[in-house]
């Protein structure tokens, strides 16, 4: 807690520079990147989600205690390499997180909120899936089960989104080659925000890009395609908080009405997992059930997610939003 403090204080002033310097630079370019009304938005939006996660932090840490009390290595000789190993395994978590946000109905529905904006700027980094708090723990459990320090994960993850937020922007072009091989630049994160067709679902790194070149959800961002921000069918009313963070909750409601079988229904892209033979081979560790149902069904659901659906797939579904997405 006291670390998170501490980057508060170190990045808090940044942001108010970077952001400053950002809105007077594109006025004065006559470029127009930032709106009051958008701005503040994604501030509110910012300061919804961090007071959900801070309420529900009590019970994400004693969960992910429970789970640390069994976990399976030791990293007490090394320091360096502790550091080091969280960060990679944790920004792969994140990318599985991310990859199933975009990729299972259910969780883009809470993910979309994030990309809803036709704006990109630096304070878009701000606009956060307001309840992406209550289930994003989920993804540090095999982190904790493999020794990392629940506090540590929660420490890294907030340390990584500084980054996360200083590539949403429009005024640095290209990075040299060396660096947008293995990390993730602003214009990889420009792709990710847009709706163009061949842009959909791509670039889902935080800070590393080498996880969308691994698993073949990378995308270039292409001159002759120039990006479009925002949603394949922009909301109609974008300053309305309720519509922003509850809209595809709405639209799934209206397509699970449809005259339609529900096997068809429930379809949503959403893998579901026969665990319960493997929690009854693996309680020979000392796990509990529930335990092992919720760390097994994470791994599945982030191995799976490298297996989902085609992007091409995808884009159909996304770009004919009043339609059931399936698989």
């Not at 992910?64 to 007490?76: E, K, M, P, R, T």
């Not at 502790?82 to 792969?92: A, H, K, R, T």
């Not at 909750?249 to 665990?275: C, E, M, Q, T």
Request: aromatic share 16%; glycine share 4%.
């Amino acid at each position: 807690m006291l670390n998170e403090q501490l980057l508060l204080l170190i990045t808090t002033p940044l942001y108010i520079i970077v952001i400053g310097a950002e809105i007077i630079l594109s006025n004065l370019h006559l470029k127009k990147y930032y709106t009051l009304k958008d701005t503040l938005m994604n501030m509110y939006l910012c300061i919804l989600n961090g007071s959900i996660d801070l309420l529900f932090r009590a019970v994400y840490l004693v969960i992910l205690i429970a789970f640390y009390n069994f976990h399976l290595v030791s990293f007490a000789f090394n320091p360096i390499v502790y550091w080091f190993l969280l960060f990679i395994f944790e920004d792969l978590a994140f990318y599985f997180e991310h990859r199933v946000d975009h990729y299972c109905r259910f969780f883009w529905a809470v993910h979309v909120t994030h990309h809803s904006s036709e704006e990109f700027n630096l304070t878009t980094g701000f606009r956060s899936s307001v309840l992406q708090p209550l289930y994003r723990f989920i993804y540090f459990i095999p982190l904790v089960l493999l020794g990392f320090k629940p506090l540590d994960i929660v420490f890294m993850y907030s340390l990584t989104q500084i980054y996360g937020i200083l590539v949403h922007t429009q005024y640095i072009d290209k990075m040299p080659p060396w660096f947008e091989a293995v990390f993730v630049s602003p214009a990889h994160h420009r792709v990710h925000h847009a709706s163009n067709i061949r842009y959909l679902d791509r670039n889902m790194g935080m800070v590393l890009i080498i996880w969308d070149k691994i698993f073949g959800t990378f995308q270039e961002e292409i001159k002759e395609d120039p990006v479009k921000y925002g949603l394949t069918k922009q909301l109609e009313n974008p300053y309305h908080l309720f519509n922003i963070i509850f809209h595809e909750w709405k639209n799934i409601s209206h397509d699970l009405h449809k005259n339609i079988p529900l096997s068809l229904k429930i379809k949503y892209r959403a893998s579901i997992f026969n665990v319960g033979c493997l929690c009854i081979k693996l309680e020979i560790f000392g796990l509990n059930r529930n335990m092992m149902i919720i760390a097994i069904t994470t791994a599945a659901i982030m191995i799976s997610t490298c297996f989902a659906v085609p992007p091409a797939v995808i884009t159909l579904s996304k770009e004919n939003t009043a339609s059931i997405t399936m698989i």
